[in-house]
C-alpha cells in the first residue's frame, strides 16, 4: 500500500519545509527566496513582467485522469507562456495552494515535483507562496515574474495593417488530447476493470497534459534580428486570441485555412470523433503556441524560421477580422474558445 502521511500531521509551517528545502536560487536577481516575509528580488535596469493564473478543481483540471506531477508542470508553464508572450523571459514564481482533507503530504510532493521540473528547465526560480485549507478540493495560484529590456517587450496592441500573422507550431491537438480523455472517463464510470486506449495518440495526450512553453521561438526570433509588433499565446483558441491582437491594435485580419499547422494525430482524432478539424484548430484552445505578426519586410526571415508558419496578414479594421476557407469563401471569426465563467 502507497504511504499516506496526513496534511494535519504537518500543519501549514511544518509542510512547507519538506516541499520546498530542496530547492536552489538559479537567477542573480533573486536576492532571497522562499523562508522569509517576502521573497527580495533585483531587477536593476530591467522592466518587469508580471502575470498570475489561478486553477480550479472541476474547472480547470480533472484528477480523475490529471496526475498531480503534470498538474503542476502544467501549471507552471502556462504561466511562463504568459511571459514569453510579452518576449520576456520568466524568472520566478510564487505558488499558493488550496488543499482539502482527501488529499496527503505525498499528494502534494507529487504537485510540488511538476512544479520543480517546470522550473529546473526553464530557469525559473521558486520563491514563495502560501497553503490554505479548502472546502472545495484542490486550488493552485500561480504568479510568475519575468524580465525584459524596455525598448524589446511585445504588446498586442502593435499590429499595423499588411503584417504578417504568424504562428508557432500546430493547433487543435491540447483540444483533441481533452476529447479523448472524456471519452475513456466516460467509459471508465462503466466498466470495473477498465484499461484506456490511447494506443498511437501520446502526441494529443502529451499536448494537453504536459504542453510546453515556447522559450525555444522566442529566442529564434532574437537570434535572427525579429521583434514581434504584436503578439499573445494561444490559450483560449486561435480565433478568440486572434480577435484580442485585433481588438488591441484597432485592426482587422485575415487568415487562410489551408495555412492553419494541423497535427496528423489532431486531422485524424478530429474525424474518429465526426468533428470538424478547422473548427477543432480555431477553437479548441490551450495550445500555448505564440500568436504574433511581423512586418511584411520580415516575410523572407521569419518563413525560414523552422517550426514557425505565417497564416495570414492584417487589415485595416473596417475590413473586419475573417478566415478564408479553401474555396476562397469568408467566414467571420468569432470568439469562440473556451469560457470558464460560462460554464
Known sequence: ?????????????????????????K????IKGIGDDAAVLDYKEKQ??????????????????VPLKHLGYKSAVVNFSDVYAMNGRPKQITISIGISKRFSVENLEELYSGLQLACDIYGVDM???????????LTISITCLGEADKDQIVYRSGAKDTDLICVSGDLGAAYMGLQLLE????????????????????YLLERQLKPEARKDIIELLAENGIKPTAMIDISD???????????????????????IPIDFQTASMAEQFNMNLITAAMNGGEDYELLFTVPLTDHDKVSAIKGIRVIGHITKPELGNFLIGRDGGEVELKAQGWNSLAN
Open 183 to 202: 471519452r475513456e472517463k466516460k467509459i471508465f464510470k462503466g466498466e470495473a476493470d477498465f484499461n484506456p486506449d490511447f494506443g498511437g495518440k501520446e
Open 237 to 259: 483558441g486561435l480565433s478568440s486570441d486572434l480577435l484580442h491582437i485585433s481588438r488591441e491594435s484597432n485592426a482587422g485580419c485575415q487568415v487562410y485555412e489551408d495555412r
Open 27 to 30: 537567477n542573480p536577481g533573486t
Open 48 to 65: 518587469i513582467l508580471v502575470t498570475t493564473d489561478l486553477l480550479l478543481e472541476g474547472i480547470h483540471f480533472d484528477l480523475t485522469y
Open 1 to 25: 500500500m502507497d504511504k499516506r502521511t496526513e496534511i494535519s500531521a504537518f500543519g501549514e509551517f511544518g509542510l512547507i519545509r519538506p516541499l520546498t528545502e530542496k530547492i536552489e536560487l
Open 127 to 137: 520563491v514563495g507562496g502560501d497553503t490554505s485549507a479548502s472546502l472545495t478540493g
